[in-house]
Each structure stands twice: as structure tokens, then as C-alpha cells.
């Protein structure tokens, strides 16, 4: 999925 | 993880602890908006809901247990300690904040990444943090005085977000694929309510004079 890696933010 | 998104997290936190300082120390919560903690406290709830499914990083864990644990805590002060919540401003901090939160999940619900239910509850918690800080903000236009440390928490709040826009600009062109509309469009948003407070900020800070928002 596309929003994955931008998951890694809090 | 790069230098932006590094230091929004880093002025996140600052702004916690200005405020944990204040109502831990001073036991004040003069001039806070308990409607802004108790959304905070429901987007951290949202977002972080696969805290212990999906493992990032320590740092990543450690920082969503920080921002939950504050979060509820503050909440729990303002609502609950003998001492701090008789400085609560009730009178002034009447924003309709239930009005946000169901307009924010029709929202999730129609405009997500995925219709998973991590994923609703994800894009919740990125539409409520945008306008989360209204009742704070209005109750700060209401607050003759507003005391330092009221303006530094909201300050570095401010400063988050748009660290956090340089760190999406930053990955943008440093990462592939990697476009976020909801997050961007939210957290501009987000980062343009603070426009006003921060001119106001920087003048009062520049003139030497105490902090006021003109009604």
C-alpha cells in the first residue's frame, strides 16, 4: 500500500 | 529520519513538557483548553491503535507512548486534580468541540487510503488534529492574560507543524512514491490556523510586550 512507509510518523 | 521531521517531533514533545510543566509544577492550567487535550487525547487513542502490531522503531514506541501517556494525563489533571482543575477557565473554553469529531469520521469514512478500519480510524485522527487546536486557540483570544508558558505550548505546537511540512517536502523529493495527499492537505490546514497566533507571537515577542489576541 501506499501509505505505509508514511506510517513511520506520529 | 531527517533533520526536519526530527525537530517537529523533538518541538512536539518541548510543547508536552511546557505543558505538563505548568500544570505538574505551577499546578495551574490557567488559559488551557480541556477541549483541546480531550482531542488530543482521542487522536492519539486513533492513530496509535497499532502501536503493539506494528513495530517501527524503539524511538517510534517510545514517543507514541509519550504522546498517549501525556495526553490522558493532562486530561486527567485538568478534569480531576483538586488543585489543578479549580484554575480551569470553564467559563471561557466553551467551544461545541463534539462538533468536530463527527464531521472528522464522516470525512475518514469517505476520504481514506484504504477502507480498512485502521485506516478510517488513521485518516480520523489526521482530520480531528487539524482542527483540534480551535478551542484552544479561541480560548486564548478570550484569556486577557496570557501567561508564558500558555504561549510557548502553543507556540511549539505551531512550530511542529510546519517542521513537519518541511520533513514531507524533504521526503518528497528524497523518498519514491511518496505522496500523501490526505496528510498534506490536513496538515496545512492545521499549520495555516496557527498564521494568526503566530504573528501575534512574534510581535509581542519582538515589542517586548505581553502576549494578547485581539478578539
Known amino acids: ?10 | 529520519m531527517n533533520a526536519f521531521r526530527l525537530a517537529g517531533d523533538m518541538t512536539h514533545l518541548l510543547s508536552v513538557v511546557v505543558l505538563l510543566l505548568k500544570i505538574h509544577t505551577i499546578k495551574s492550567c490557567a488559559g488551557i483548553s480541556l477541549k483541546t487535550q480531550e482531542l488530543y487525547a482521542l487522536v492519539f487513542a486513533a492513530r496509535y491503535l497499532d502501536l503493539f502490531i506494528h513495530f517501527i522503531s524503539l524511538y517510534n514506541t517510545v514517543m507514541k507512548l509519550v504522546f498517549l501517556a501525556s495526553s490522558f494525563s493532562i486530561v486527567w489533571y485538568m478534569r480531576r486534580h483538586k488543585i489543578v482543575r479549580r484554575t480551569y477557565d470553564k467559563d471561557h473554553d466553551t467551544f461545541r468541540h463534539h462538533f468536530l469529531v463527527l464531521p472528522c469520521l464522516a470525512l475518514a469514512l469517505l476520504i481514506n487510503e484504504r477502507f480498512t478500519f485502521r485506516e478510517v480510524m488513521w485518516a480520523f485522527s489526521i482530520y480531528l488534529e487539524a482542527v483540534a487546536i480551535l478551542p484552544q486557540l479561541v480560548l486564548l483570544q478570550r484569556t486577557r492574560n496570557i501567561d508564558n508558558l500558555t504561549g510557548q505550548y502553543v507556540f511549539f505546537l505551531g512550530a511542529y507543524r510546519v517542521l513537519y511540512i518541511l520533513n514531507w517536502i524533504y521526503r518528497y523529493f528524497t523518498e519514491p512514491h511518496f505522496v500523501h495527499w490526505i496528510s498534506w492537505v490536513a496538515g496545512i490546514v492545521q499549520t495555516l490556523l496557527y498564521a494568526d497566533f503566530f504573528y501575534y507571537y512574534i510581535m509581542s515577542w519582538k515589542n517586548n510586550v505581553k502576549l494578547e489576541l485581539p478578539a
Do not use: P, Q
Not at chain 1, 500500500?1 to 506520529?10: A, M, P, V, Y
Open chain 1, 1 to 10: 500500500s501506499s501509505g505505509t512507509n508514511f506510517k513511520d510518523e506520529l
